[in-house]
């Protein structure tokens, strides 16, 4: 059982396996939940982002030495999915992940709190990300941390909505700790 306390850094070249191992089995609880061709569909899209060159920074939580949890921060709409018509112009957070046995020590926190701090050293106000009713434990952690909808933002993948959320850096609490 983890006990200790949880550094979140830089993730390095190095990472990048056990960052995918991180996030394969972080979303692995969704495999049942899609049918078989959209599951190795999914697999493909988070093994291309680990290695993207439009990543700006992927961030590495580590909980007693070991690399439990990831995040991925990018630019805006284009660099984060292609879709520059989002007109997201202001960073956004994917795949967001945290191993299974190491999730409530508030890692996930942890990764969107380094991520914030991170973004404003950029300059900038506020922070997207994109999620879906599938993923209700994510959805119930960014309204807790203050993300709001940005239903102006949001687009269907196939019968899928993503639904859109932002932080107002400004107004985020999640900096007073």
Do not use: C
């Amino acid at each position: 059982m983890p006990s200790g306390q949880v550094i979140v850094r830089y993730a390095e070249e190095r990472d990048r396996a056990a960052i995918l191992n991180v996030l394969l089995g972080a979303y692995s609880q969704y495999e049942a939940a899609l049918s078989h061709e959209r599951w190795t569909q999914y697999k493909e899209s988070i093994a291309e982002a680990v290695h993207s060159p439009t990543t700006k920074a992927r961030l590495a939580a580590e909980l007693d030495g070991e690399l439990v949890g990831s995040v991925f921060i990018y630019d805006s709409a284009e660099t984060a999915y292609g879709s520059p018509q989002l007109e997201i112009h202001n960073p956004i957070i994917r795949l967001l992940g945290v191993l299974p046995n190491a999730r409530g020590h508030g890692i996930a926190t942890e990764l969107i709190r380094a991520s914030v701090r991170l973004i404003r050293e950029w300059g900038a106000d506020t922070l997207h990300l994109h999620t879906s009713d599938m993923m209700e434990s994510a959805v119930r952690l960014y309204e807790r941390l203050g993300f709001e909808r940005a239903y102006d933002k949001e687009f269907h993948n196939g019968a899928v909505l993503v639904k859109s959320y932002r932080l107002k850096l400004a107004d985020t609490a999640l900096l007073n700790v």
